[in-house]
């Protein structure tokens, strides 16, 4: 099962930047499905971007056209670039890598993001 560690969270004003980076741990990277979740207070869990082994991306509605997702192979490192951030993406990111039944899927601590004037 990989680790992972999220970094990059942080403080940062509407309209806004901020680059999440998701390492992973071991030589087996390239076969994950990765995504990044996020988690506002009192809600659910709810999936913000996805890149397969292909490297196909998928968008949750809500951040289309502002954030991309990407990984780097090589590196063993996900990214999630986030632009023109509004209060409402203040949340806990979570980076998960999931490389299908019958393995668990693998998830990190979390970092925090926070939109606020």
Do not use: H
């Amino acid at each position: 099962q990989v680790q992972l560690v999220e970094s990059g969270g942080g403080l940062v004003q509407p309209g806004g930047s901020l680059r999440l980076s998701c390492a992973a741990s071991g030589n087996s990277f390239r076969i994950y499905r990765m995504a990044w979740y996020r988690q506002a207070p009192g809600k659910q869990r709810d999936v913000v971007a996805s890149i397969t082994t292909r490297g196909i991306t998928n968008y949750a509605d809500s951040v289309k056209g502002r954030f991309t997702i990407s990984r780097d192979n090589d590196k063993n490192t996900m990214y999630l670039q986030m632009n023109s951030l509004k209060p409402d993406d203040t949340a806990v990111y979570y980076c998960n890598a999931d490389r299908g039944r019958p393995w668990p899927a693998s998830w990190g601590q979390g970092t925090q993001v926070t939109v606020s004037s």
